[in-house]
């Protein structure tokens, strides 16, 4: 299946992009199988993917969410400000 994913912040400066269509196994379910994904398919998120928010189509979404054709994940990881 096919998905767009959106990196934000310090997600987009460890992977380098902004965004790119990815097609992902069939063994990607659920937001949770798609975070074990990515932390193979992307190197450099691995081990860093614990505190990332993942929104499913503009929503947050929980880690036994369905992944489905044509999805827009984006990785939001945690801002600090003041």
Known sequence: MK??????????DLVGV?????????TVGCVRDFVAFLEEARPAL??????VRIAR????????????????LALIPPVAGG
């Open 3 to 12: 998905v767009e994913i959106l990196y934000f912040a310090a997600v987009r």
């Open 18 to 26: 902004d965004a790119e269509g990815m097609e992902l196994p069939a």
């Open 46 to 51: 691995a081990g860093r993917m614990g505190h």
């Open 57 to 72: 189509n503009e929503a947050f979404a929980s880690p036994d969410e369905p992944v489905t054709e044509g999805d827009v």
